[in-house]
């Protein structure tokens, strides 16, 4: 049993071009806190599954280029979503692996769900 703590930036996106369609921009990132239960096998290799809470920021922005004109889009968006994940591991040694897993971030308030798939070490 262990407890995890991440950050997953999932979109950093930008266009500031001048023209017919104006600007945009889109930002997505959370910051999360789950608790992970392991169940090794003799190999070196593990299951895990985990559960817990994601703190979640959305920005997103489009203005269509005409004179003093609101944003088609203003939007911010803070919301806290549930998630669940599973993956296997292998131990390298006591202290140091590698992962492949899954996350499922639930959708919440006007944040929608988010599927996401990591690979890692961990120590």
């Given at each position: 049993?262990?407890?995890?703590?991440g950050?997953?930036?999932?979109?950093?996106d930008?266009?500031?071009?001048?023209?017919q369609?104006g600007?945009?921009?889109?930002?997505?990132?959370?910051f999360d806190i789950?608790?992970?239960g392991f169940i090794?096998?003799e190999?070196g290799?593990?299951?895990?599954?985990k559960?817990?809470?994601?703190?979640?920021?959305?920005?997103?922005?489009?203005k269509?280029?005409?004179?003093?004109?609101?944003?088609?889009?203003?939007?911010?968006?803070n919301?806290?979503?549930?998630?669940?994940?599973?993956?296997?591991?292998?131990?390298f040694?006591?202290n140091?692996?590698?992962?492949?897993g899954?996350t499922?971030y639930a959708t919440?308030?006007?944040?929608?769900?988010?599927n996401?798939?990591?690979?890692?070490?961990?120590y």
């Amino acid at each position: 049993l262990a407890a995890e703590a991440g950050y997953l930036n999932a979109a950093d996106d930008s266009n500031a071009a001048r023209g017919q369609w104006g600007s945009d921009e889109l930002r997505i990132y959370s910051f999360d806190i789950a608790a992970k239960g392991f169940i090794p096998f003799e190999s070196g290799f593990s299951l895990f599954g985990k559960a817990g809470l994601a703190l979640t920021h959305q920005y997103a922005y489009n203005k269509v280029f005409v004179t003093d004109a609101a944003p088609s889009i203003n939007q911010v968006n803070n919301q806290i979503q549930p998630l669940l994940g599973v993956g296997f591991a292998y131990n390298f040694s006591k202290n140091f692996a590698t992962e492949l897993g899954y996350t499922y971030y639930a959708t919440s308030g006007k944040i929608g769900n988010m599927n996401v798939v990591t690979f890692g070490l961990t120590y």
